[in-house]
């Protein structure tokens, strides 16, 4: 079950403390896309979007998207970012997380991934040694393959807050 425990849980991406995470050490941001960055299957950044990303790097971090999403797209909102992106990431799986560092130039211990699912976003991080950070998704829209694990993932967090194993809310 440590592998699915976040470091942190946050209502939203907007919602990050990037001085704590400076604090940390942690100088780049691998950041997942659909209901963690826009809803589900939103073609453009939104405004939000683009002034989150100026904030984050004006305080010093760097910042690639790692997505499960098919390449095209997610390289097509990626460069509407300017930011570097990994699609069709396969995550848990480690190949896209180590491509997003050596693309970022950072170790894992500087790293954080940033996401809302803990059976794609949480268990890579976790599973290559990076601070995770869990945010609630930023819509119910979603794959039909996710929405099922979805109710796996509802089993593993209350299992971990029922154990005191889980982070609060911040």
Not at 58 to 67: D, L
Not at 108 to 118: K, L, S, T, Y
Not at 144 to 160: D, H, I, P, Q, S
């Amino acid at each position: 079950m440590r592998l699915l425990r976040p470091a942190e849980l946050r209502p939203s991406i907007f919602a990050l403390d990037l001085d704590k995470l400076r604090n940390r050490g942690i100088r780049a941001l691998i950041v997942d896309l659909d209901n963690t960055l826009v809803a589900w299957r939103h073609p453009q950044p939104t405004p939000d979007v683009h002034d989150w990303l100026a904030r984050t790097r004006a305080g010093g971090f760097q910042v690639c998207i790692v997505s499960n999403g098919g390449a095209r797209r997610v390289e097509a909102f990626a460069d509407a970012c300017g930011t570097p992106c990994v699609g069709n990431a396969v995550k848990p799986r480690r190949a896209a997380f180590r491509a997003a560092l050596v693309c970022l130039g950072v170790q894992p211990h500087e790293a954080a991934v940033v996401g809302d699912q803990i059976f794609t976003d949480v268990l890579g991080g976790n599973r290559m040694g990076l601070y995770t950070i869990l945010v609630k998704p930023m819509s119910t829209r979603e794959f039909l393959g996710t929405r099922v694990v979805r109710r796996m993932e509802r089993w593993v967090l209350a299992y971990l807050r029922r154990r005191g194993q889980l982070p609060n809310l911040e």
